[in-house]
């Protein structure tokens, strides 16, 4: 299973939404309907899943899915 594909089904699980939902130009906020709170518990699960810290600087450049993968890419995760 790649990057992309861990991050879409942990997405579909925290957020409730579907594949077809979870392209990667989605906004977590106007696209899936997630709210702050949403986020915050579902980069918690990433940094649980992936073993890595997210800081609070870096948790404001996210906003889409994109934004996810590309940040665990940087971080080293495969």
Do not use: P, Y
């Amino acid at each position: 299973m790649s990057l992309e594909e861990k991050v879409i089904k942990l997405i579909m699980e925290q957020l409730d939404v579907t594949k077809e939902q979870c392209v990667l130009e989605a906004s977590f906020i106007d696209d899936l309907g997630a709210d702050s709170l949403d986020i915050v518990e579902l980069l918690m699960e990433m940094e649980e899943a992936f073993g890595i810290e997210i800081a609070d600087e870096e948790l404001e450049k996210i906003s889409t899915i994109k934004d996810v993968v590309d940040f665990l890419k940087q971080k080293g995760v495969k």
